[in-house]
């Protein structure tokens, strides 16, 4: 257990046994603190970062893996990916990217931050090594508990966050140790898990995917508006990204705030322009209107 996605696969990116020399990959559309992470390991360590850059509209899951592949060196050991990119709800062909990442000699880590209580998936059907991920996000856990899943065979050989006594080998307690913490929001995960599962996931998932395409249906093809998420509406699910051509992402942000009582996220960078729209299994169908007007009168 940890407090988060970054804790989670930070504890990777410095507890990797590094050379100076070795490569890591990932995306210029990942989270920024991993990549912050990756650029102190570098000054420390010495190591190469190569970043891609996701495509947006893949016309198949090869174009993607492709992306990733053309990255990797003799040299590359870890690649770091998205199961699903927190800027644009792009949901990536993660399997299909461990297994090419494998016949290649690489570990792969994935950041599951918004994948985990949202997709219907089996972590170990991935075959990736290492998984971290949120639990405040879409398991609705209060703030302050996430995971990292690891494969059992990769424990020893990584260090610890905060140095722990003398374990046995194999044992992941050793990266478990952050000190002294409140209990309280880890007594909540239990009800959370049981919550979930009283909904199901493929019930989950299929409500959080009729909700982003409903908004999303009433504006694509309304003029001077940006959609940042693929067309395809397999490669997406709650998230979605929209912006308004001529707009600032932090105008249109501060404007449906301000003028219309809605919350969202700009993002500006990385070729992604636009709000980051997040509806959850409580959001209407009627708020999701209310947005689309917004939307139509700002354009």
Known sequence: ??????????????????????????????????LNMFKQVQSRQGIVLKAIDIPMNPSRDEVIVDAYRKAITPKTRLLMVCHMVNITGHILPIRKICDMAHSMGVEVMVDGAHAFAHLDFNIKELNCDYYGTSLHKWLSVPLGAGFLYIKKEHIDKTWPLIAEGKTQPGEIRKLNHTGTHPVATDLTIMDAIEYHNMIGIER?????????????????????????????????????????????????????MDDHNIWTVAIDGVGVHGCRITPNLYTTTEELDRFVEAIKEMV
């Open 1 to 34: 257990m940890t407090r988060n996605t970054t804790e989670s696969l930070d504890t990777i990116i410095q507890g990797f046994p590094w050379k100076r020399g070795d490569e890591a990959v990932m995306a210029n559309q990942d989270y920024g603190a991993m």
């Open 204 to 256: 989950k998932e299929a409500r959080l995917r009729y909700l982003q395409n409903y908004w999303v249906d009433k504006v694509r093809g309304i003029e001077n508006v940006v959609l940042n998420t693929p067309t395809d509406k397999r490669r997406s699910c709650a998230i979605a990204n929209v912006g308004i051509k001529e707009m600032k992402p932090s105008e249109m942000a501060r404007s449906l």
